[in-house]
């Protein structure tokens, strides 16, 4: 059944969909948010560290359904595996109105300088398709800081001498440093590291009518109780909703976005809650699907023009699929440097994120959230037991006494690291499932190394009788901070879209989410996922009375 | 009812049902597993016991992990039941051939030396098609984990008997410490 025709279709109420479709309404445009989630209910959720968004053991519960959601991973040997979001890499986000934006750690990080312009700082890389980015941080400062105001973030780059420059100061004062903040700080200080205050999109003080964080003892991977974490779900979306012009219309799977004979985008088709299908006419598409999603979403959307999927004639859709390698060091201690005051990460710093002598990028190192007991039981020193009474004596010898240093390390893109559709692996609904193959690019795991070292030794400093490294960056990328699927540039031939994330060839399709990115940086991504949101849905906004976005 | 709490119905009813117990018909003890055999149950039992022993604080046994691995076998983990079953069978094969008893009738030294082999992937010989001892052990030791140091609700940490030992409580998410030894 044909629905009445909207300005716009945003697919997906996460990070970048929840902005742009918040952009479109407030600026009068009629449209429908499509979500094939639910929105969050709190109280549905047990505090329960096996059904929770960082371990999701169970279940995940913010979403997907893992009956209803597989995803086919390749090894490097070639071998096949239908994987779940319970089981073996599937590289789950969320799904539901806020999407990873619910249950996040929360880290507001701005990318730097440098981030969009690797390839001119550090020249090309063999076997990286390393590009820069079409636009500069100069050109999305004001929407790094709509998104630090509109959503809220708690933070001072003061003494941060590596933080790039700012406007405005962010909203709410920075979160005080907890027992192992000040241990670390202290340590960092003495090696003459320049540490500060993690910024978040987390409430400090009470904010947009909500109230401030009461530290509990962990919130990443878990909704808040009290409402302080600040996502999509209860900031942008509500204010789409309050303009009477946005629908969000939830539950429902979009199948694939209808590409005419003219090479407009004409609509969507979805499958409702009740698993019924439909067509949704709108004058213009965007896609917020997360990098894996939406990628498969546009393969799966194959027209006459273009017959391997949407805007991928030169195939680039669902290439250079980066992630981030977590790479670090944990210290033992012999008096109890948690006291778990959460959710546990509280001091960063940015020493290593460029200029490394020998590397490129590189990453931030900060503490890490608090550990539940079940995630806790995989930390151990190598070579120390896996089970039995010294295994046991560790965990509760040591839960309190041990510290983690890590941080996330910019992945070089790799063509090959990517998402395609598997046409014999069908969802649900039907539709060949995301299939996800390739590995990191040999750097990444050099550069781990490099981190992993200097986390090793900030420990040390910090009084660690012992210490040692985890190191990744091996092996297929992806996982929550996802990105770099359908990328900006100039270039068609190597690029998804323009610089304001519109199709090179398909003038009514957009992207709005972590598909965008160039690369991935050396930090947590949503922060400039949400400013993309704010850089295409003002684009948007702005250009939408000249006609050339309209199909009629 | 109004008058009562939530904690007063549960505690009431659990009286009823304790009296219930009382009655000679009841005195059958009715097969508790949904999965496992008693005597499956009875090496699982064993195995992560050895993983997670008792010592000044309860293990494996006392937290109910049978229970949480019993349930989540039956649901969510439904496609481990052909390795638990045929993993179960070949570790008291490889008990017969060395020490001609049961897993759960060895001494515990002998119990872990097995384990040990396990771990180590040195009884290959016992593989079955498309699986083998090793992989077997880590999903035990992996559920036995889970259960222990997860949510009661599950089936496992019976009485959050692993928070109480982690001196963390309950709700974990927005709790503070209230177990101060
Ligand atoms: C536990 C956890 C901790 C994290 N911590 C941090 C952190 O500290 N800092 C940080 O920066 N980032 C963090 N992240 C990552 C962050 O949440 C993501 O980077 C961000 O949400 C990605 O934004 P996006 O717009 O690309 O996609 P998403 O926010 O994932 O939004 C995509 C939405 O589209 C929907 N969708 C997809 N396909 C369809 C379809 N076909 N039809 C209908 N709907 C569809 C999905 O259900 C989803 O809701 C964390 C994530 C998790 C899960």
Not at chain 1, 11 to 29: D, Q, S, T
Not at chain 1, 190 to 196: K, S, T, V
Not at chain 1, 410 to 422: G, I, L
Not at chain 1, 429 to 446: F, K, M, T
Request: charged share 20%; net charge neutral; with cysteine.
């Amino acid at each position: 059944m044909n629905k009445k025709r909207v300005n716009a279709v945003v697919i997906g109420a996460g990070a970048g969909g929840g902005i742009v479709a918040k952009e479109l309404a407030v600026n009068g445009l009629s449209v429908v948010l499509f979500e094939r989630g639910k929105w969050p209910v709190y109280d549905e959720h047990p505090n329960d560290e096996l059904i929770s968004q960082r371990t999701e053991v169970l279940g995940s519960p913010f979403g997907p359904d893992h009956e209803k959601n597989p995803r086919v991973v390749v090894e490097a040997d070639g071998r096949r595996h239908i994987v779940t979001p319970i089981a073996g890499g599937y590289s789950n986000n969320a799904a539901c109105v806020g999407s990873g934006t619910v249950s996040y750690g929360a880290m507001a990080w701005r990318f730097m300088k440098e981030d969009f312009q690797l390839k001119t700082i550090y020249g090309p890389v063999e076997g990286s398709t390393l590009e820069d980015w079409p636009i500069t941080y100069d050109d999305l400062e004001p929407f790094y800081e709509k998104a630090e105001w509109e959503i809220g973030v708690s933070g001072d780059d003061a003494s941060n001498p590596f933080a790039p420059h700012r406007r405005k100061k962010q909203p709410m004062p920075p979160f005080e440093y907890n027992h192992e903040g000040t241990v670390i700080y202290n340590a960092a200080k003495r090696l003459g590291l320049h540490p500060f205050p993690i910024p978040m999109l987390r409430n400090s003080v009470r904010y947009n009518q909500r109230p401030a964080c009461i530290r509990n003892r962990m919130c990443c991977g878990f909704a808040c109780p009290v409402d302080a974490k600040n996502g999509t779900q209860n900031t942008v979306i509500p204010i789409a909703l309050k303009t009477g012009n946005c629908e969000v219309r939830t539950q429902c799977m979009i199948a694939e976005i209808v590409i005419n004979e003219k090479g407009k985008a004409e609509g969507v088709n979805y499958f409702d809650e009740k698993n019924k299908g439909h067509f949704q006419p709108a004058d213009i598409v965007v896609v917020s699907g997360g990098a894996i999603e939406t990628a498969r979403l546009l393969l799966n959307s194959k027209s006459k023009l273009f017959p391997r999927g949407a805007g991928n004639n030169y195939d680039w859709v669902g290439r250079n699929l980066q992630g981030h390698a977590y790479t670090g060091a944990f210290g033992l201690f012999d008096y109890d440097i948690l006291d778990l005051t959460g959710p546990g990460a509280t001091v960063a710093l940015c020493d290593f994120n460029h200029h490394n002598p020998g590397m490129v990028g590189g990453g931030l190192l900060a503490n890490e959230f608090n550990r539940l007991p079940y995630l806790y039981t995989n930390i151990r020193p190598p070579g120390s037991a896996r089970w039995g009474i010294d295994h046991k004596k560790f965990q509760y010898e040591m839960y309190r006494r041990t510290s983690q240093v890590v941080g996330p390390i910019q992945e070089m893109p790799a063509f090959d690291s990517r998402v395609t559709v598997d046409d014999n692996v069908k969802d649900f609904w039907g539709l060949p499932v995301a299939r996800l193959s390739g590995s990191r690019h040999p750097l990444d795991y050099e550069n781990c190394r490099f981190l992993s070292a200097k986390a090793e030794e900030i420990l040390k400093e910090a009084g660690a009788y012992h210490t040692w490294q985890s190191v990744g960056g091996r092996g297929l990328s992806g996982g929550q901070h996802q990105a770099g699927t359908a990328r900006m540039g100039n270039d068609k031939k190597t690029s998804v879209v323009n610089r304001f994330g519109q199709m090179h060839e398909i003038d009514n399709l957009f992207i709005a989410d972590g598909s965008l990115m160039v690369n991935n940086g050396g930090f947590n991504p949503a922060l400039t996922i949400m400013a993309l949101g704010y850089w295409v849905g003002g684009y948007i906004a702005n250009n939408f009375s000249s006609t050339k976005f309209r199909t009629g | 009812m109004d008058k009562f709490s939530r904690r007063d119905f549960i505690k009431t009813s659990g009286i009823v049902a304790g009296g219930l117990l009382l009655l000679p018909c009841c005195r059958y003890t009715e097969q508790p597993y949904r999965f496992f055999s008693p005597e499956e149950a009875d090496c699982i039992i064993a195995l992560s016991e050895q993983i997670i022993p008792h010592d000044k604080y309860p293990g494996a046994t006392d937290a109910g992990v049978i229970y949480y691995i019993d349930r989540q076998l039956s649901s969510v983990f439904h496609y481990d039941q052909q390795t638990y079953r045929l993993g179960i069978e070949s570790m008291q094969l490889a008990c017969n051939d060395m020490h001609k008893k049961l897993f759960q009738d060895l001494p515990v030294s002998a119990q872990i030396m097995v384990m040990e082999e396990m771990e180590a992937g040195n009884l290959n010989k016992y593989n079955w098609p498309g699986g083998n001892l090793s992989s077997f052990f880590n999903l035990v030791l992996k559920h036995t984990m889970q259960a222990f140091y997860g949510s009661p609700i599950h089936g496992g940490n019976k009485d959050y008997m692993s928070f109480e030992m982690l001196q963390i409580d309950y709700p974990l998410v927005i709790g503070q410490n209230r177990y101060n030894s």
